[in-house]
């Protein structure tokens, strides 16, 4: 006998090329009516990632970016930030089941921080085999994709209540065609001056740098009306290695010149900061 998705289950579809049927689960593989499947990895996760979906060996972030991140959010720089987010992640409809699709959900901090109680309707997507890993590990009960969320989501039309994006990819036309009418999507982005400090010393740049403003517009045009906007921002100490873990994870393209210009620093105030936007599907 076939287990097939529960109602809480996330209705994934194929990502074979020009196929995008509906998969259902039989034991540990996905399967569409056309005979494609997926395995479930060891490790708890879908992998729906094809060949053509990679942009190099490894696509998404690197290993140490990943590690980087992993290690800065287990340490609660974010837990204001969650804080911040979480009025916008209670159900905005009286549904009994609320899917949300988490976009670029990195290594799994943020789920389980802001959906802990609705772990079968909770869908991550990631491009980075080792973030998928570390998120499946430490919240068994969700569900985890490897997928280039750039070339498709791979979810069925109208399927998802809420869609986040934490700092990840924001595929406007995917994200509106996934979307039930007058379903929510959250959006975060790095503020002004976010981690402007660091940005001073080692790129000898400091400008302030706004994006909400023109995320908003191009939601705008793609079916999207905001519903509020928040700004968020706190400032920390950091020691050396948190330091270091914040460059790996923000600024791939930081120079080891660049870098150097942090040795001998035992402590730094640093500034974090947010814009958060809540939209709404048309």
Known sequence: MFAFYNLGMFQLRCTVRDCQQLLEQRERELVCDAGHHFDRARQGYWNLLQPQDKKSKQPGDTDEAVLARHRWLQ????????????????????????????????????????FSNADTSYCG???????????????????????????????????????????????????????????????????????????????????????????????????????????????????????????????RAVRRSQRSRLEGVQAMNVTLAADLILLRRN
């Open 75 to 114: 340490n609660g720089y974010a837990q204001s930030l969650i804080e911040a987010l979480r009025p916008w992640c209670a159900a905005n409809t009286s549904e009994a089941i609320q899917r949300t699709l988490d976009l670029g959900c990195g290594e799994g901090s943020f789920g389980p921080a802001l």
């Open 125 to 251: 997507i990631d491009l980075s085999k080792r973030a998928i890993k570390l998120a499946a590990r430490g919240w068994p009960a969700a569900t985890w994709v490897l997928a280039n969320a750039d070339r498709g989501l791979p979810v069925s039309d109208q399927s998802v209540h809420r869609v986040i994006s934490l700092f990840g990819r924001r595929p406007v036309a995917e994200v509106h065609r996934v979307l039930v009418p007058g379903g929510n999507c959250i959006v975060a982005v790095p503020g002004e001056e976010d981690l402007i400090e660091l940005r001073e010393r080692t790129q000898q740049t400091g400008h302030s740098r706004s994006r909400w403003e023109k995320i908003v517009d191009d939601m705008r045009r793609g079916g999207f009306e905001m519903v509020e906007q928040k700004h968020w921002q706190r400032n920390v100490e950091l020691e050396p290695a948190a330091i270091t873990d914040a460059l790996a994870m923000t600024y």
